[in-house]
């Protein structure tokens, strides 16, 4: 199997495309704090992660009853068979057991394997480690848009549109409701939402769903991808432009979309017309404004930027420092369309960029697995999903001859030493190659130029201009020419 060396050299050393090391890990909280320092009359994991256990009591029983499945589909949802099974066995509904399953799956208490599931590590520290049950109830939390009930008939027009708007200014209105810490009026709210969308003001509270708004409405944009999984779409058909007010109504109904999204996660209270943080989401929403405040370790930041100009900026930092970024930049928007950035960015033709992009999926950790999942049938992007997935299971580094084949590890060895031509010094290419041919570098050429990779041929031309060993100059020079003439 070929071993993988690095890429490019960053200013304090390290190399941030290199798959082969594994990544040093920080070290592990001290007994009794959390990942976040507790402030002072703020309830700390063990308050909270009971809190979260009783919210997924019936995702946790499911995943138990469950064990090694054989077979889910390709979404990894359970098979009609088996969620009637599970309803028999579980005394649930089928409905209320693809429910519990989809909810297993967010969290990470079952893992899709190999067209199956199967047990994940966070259903085995489930009883004991409270850290870790917070950050699966945290990555229900991020999806809180998967599980709000739209009714069929808002899946398309007007009520689709303002749902994805609505998503941009959710991290607005639970701020507001964290600074309020208490019960606020629903039409309070909807106020709030009414100037986030940029709609004209309407009336008072009592007249608040009535048709009647005035002019000034700015377009609204179709809707983002964040929207496109909120109304269940997912990107396959094209919302339409909307070119006057949205009704009040309208808007109250996409609040009422919103709190119950919420209120499904645990993170919000309803009661009597007003709604407030519940305890699990106090906690979410400092957690996700402290990620945002990293940002001051630099003198902007790249909140406000797309992907590619993130990862742009963020190739001439040192990891902490960029790793700081990427928590930042995934906190300010939600998580679904960061994570579709950050691929689409990734299946670009800047292989360092792809390298980076995958670093900073890292920080959106399991909330991001099935995206990744996904990735493994795009060539460009498969042997960074298997490495990223093999990391997600393996706290302690993961070796990249374990996790992929040579075929994968030849076409990695291209894309990142492609990273090196662009971006590095051209002797880089010298360790590149010692670092992973085993002392045998024809092979690791004639698997290099088999890779299909769009860029063996450059690759290895520049190896056999900068090599000094002669023969393997020659080697490389004779693969590159095989490479341009369809050779084997």
């Given at each position: 199997m070929t071993r993988l060396p690095g890429t490019t050299r960053r200013a304090d050393g390290t190399q941030p495309g290199r798959p082969a090391a594994p990544r040093r890990r920080p070290p592990k909280p001290a007994p009794g704090r959390g990942r976040l320092p507790v402030p002072e009359g703020f309830p700390g994991p063990a308050e909270l992660a009971p809190l979260a256990r009783l919210m997924l009591t019936d995702a946790v029983r499911i995943a138990r009853w469950a064990g090694e499945l054989e077979t889910v589909d390709k979404r990894g949802e359970l098979l009609p068979d088996d969620a009637r099974a599970a309803g028999r066995a579980l005394a649930m509904t089928v409905g209320a057991a693809a429910k519990a399953w989809g909810q297993a799956l967010l969290v990470g208490l079952v893992e899709p394997r190999d067209g199956g599931a199967a047990p994940g590590?966070?259903?085995?520290?489930?009883?004991?480690?409270?850290?870790?049950?917070?950050?699966?109830?945290?990555?229900?939390?991020?999806?809180?848009?998967?599980?709000?009930?739209?009714?069929?008939?808002?899946?398309?027009?007007?009520?689709?549109?303002?749902?994805?708007?609505?998503?941009?200014?959710?991290?607005?209105?639970?701020?507001?409701?964290?600074?309020?810490?208490?019960?606020?009026?629903?039409?309070?709210?909807?106020?709030?939402?009414?100037?986030?969308?940029?709609?004209?003001?309407?009336?008072?509270?009592?007249?608040?769903?009535?048709?009647?708004?005035?002019?000034g409405f700015a377009s609204l944009s179709p809707v983002p991808h964040a929207a496109s999984a909120v109304s269940a779409v997912r990107g396959t058909c094209r919302e339409p432009q909307i070119d006057t007010p949205p009704a009040p109504s309208d808007i109250a109904a996409v609040l009422d979309w919103m709190l119950d999204g919420l209120t499904a996660v645990g993170a919000v209270v309803r009661a009597s017309d007003a709604a407030e943080l519940s305890s699990l989401g106090h906690w979410a929403v400092r957690a996700k404004l402290e990620e945002i405040c990293t940002v001051a370790q630099t003198a902007a930041g790249h909140i406000e930027q797309s992907a590619l100009e993130l990862l742009d900026a963020c190739a001439h930092y040192s990891p902490g420092p960029a790793r700081a970024e990427y928590r930042a930049w995934v906190a300010a928007r939600p998580v679904d369309r960061a994570v579709h950035e950050l691929l689409e960015a990734a299946r670009g033709e800047d292989a360092l960029l792809r390298g980076l992009a995958f670093e900073a999926l890292r920080v959106a950790g399991g909330t991001a697995e099935q995206a990744v999942r996904t990735a493994i049938d795009e060539p460009v992007l498969r042997p960074y999903a298997l490495l990223w997935l093999a990391e997600q299971l393996d706290e302690d580094g993961v070796v990249p001859s374990d996790v992929l084949s040579a075929e994968d590890a030849a076409w990695l060895w291209v894309d990142t030493a492609a990273a090196v031509l662009d971006h590095g010094e051209v002797e880089l290419l010298v360790g590149h190659v010692e670092g992973a041919s085993a002392g045998d570098p024809v092979r690791l050429f004639a698997r290099a130029r088999q890779s299909g990779h769009a860029r063996a041929a450059s690759v290895l031309t520049a190896v056999a201009s900068v090599h000094p060993d002669a023969a393997v100059a020659r080697a490389a020079r004779r693969s590159a020419f095989s490479v341009h003439h369809g050779g084997a």
């Amino acid at each position: 199997m070929t071993r993988l060396p690095g890429t490019t050299r960053r200013a304090d050393g390290t190399q941030p495309g290199r798959p082969a090391a594994p990544r040093r890990r920080p070290p592990k909280p001290a007994p009794g704090r959390g990942r976040l320092p507790v402030p002072e009359g703020f309830p700390g994991p063990a308050e909270l992660a009971p809190l979260a256990r009783l919210m997924l009591t019936d995702a946790v029983r499911i995943a138990r009853w469950a064990g090694e499945l054989e077979t889910v589909d390709k979404r990894g949802e359970l098979l009609p068979d088996d969620a009637r099974a599970a309803g028999r066995a579980l005394a649930m509904t089928v409905g209320a057991a693809a429910k519990a399953w989809g909810q297993a799956l967010l969290v990470g208490l079952v893992e899709p394997r190999d067209g199956g599931a199967a047990p994940g590590w966070r259903l085995h520290a489930w009883e004991h480690d409270d850290e870790a049950v917070l950050r699966g109830w945290s990555a229900l939390f991020d999806a809180w848009t998967l599980l709000a009930p739209v009714p069929p008939a808002a899946l398309r027009g007007v009520f689709a549109v303002l749902a994805g708007q609505a998503v941009d200014q959710a991290p607005q209105l639970l701020s507001f409701l964290h600074l309020v810490d208490g019960p606020v009026a629903e039409s309070e709210l909807m106020e709030l939402l009414r100037r986030g969308l940029g709609a004209p003001p309407g009336h008072q509270a009592g007249a608040e769903r009535r048709h009647g708004a005035g002019p000034g409405f700015a377009s609204l944009s179709p809707v983002p991808h964040a929207a496109s999984a909120v109304s269940a779409v997912r990107g396959t058909c094209r919302e339409p432009q909307i070119d006057t007010p949205p009704a009040p109504s309208d808007i109250a109904a996409v609040l009422d979309w919103m709190l119950d999204g919420l209120t499904a996660v645990g993170a919000v209270v309803r009661a009597s017309d007003a709604a407030e943080l519940s305890s699990l989401g106090h906690w979410a929403v400092r957690a996700k404004l402290e990620e945002i405040c990293t940002v001051a370790q630099t003198a902007a930041g790249h909140i406000e930027q797309s992907a590619l100009e993130l990862l742009d900026a963020c190739a001439h930092y040192s990891p902490g420092p960029a790793r700081a970024e990427y928590r930042a930049w995934v906190a300010a928007r939600p998580v679904d369309r960061a994570v579709h950035e950050l691929l689409e960015a990734a299946r670009g033709e800047d292989a360092l960029l792809r390298g980076l992009a995958f670093e900073a999926l890292r920080v959106a950790g399991g909330t991001a697995e099935q995206a990744v999942r996904t990735a493994i049938d795009e060539p460009v992007l498969r042997p960074y999903a298997l490495l990223w997935l093999a990391e997600q299971l393996d706290e302690d580094g993961v070796v990249p001859s374990d996790v992929l084949s040579a075929e994968d590890a030849a076409w990695l060895w291209v894309d990142t030493a492609a990273a090196v031509l662009d971006h590095g010094e051209v002797e880089l290419l010298v360790g590149h190659v010692e670092g992973a041919s085993a002392g045998d570098p024809v092979r690791l050429f004639a698997r290099a130029r088999q890779s299909g990779h769009a860029r063996a041929a450059s690759v290895l031309t520049a190896v056999a201009s900068v090599h000094p060993d002669a023969a393997v100059a020659r080697a490389a020079r004779r693969s590159a020419f095989s490479v341009h003439h369809g050779g084997a």
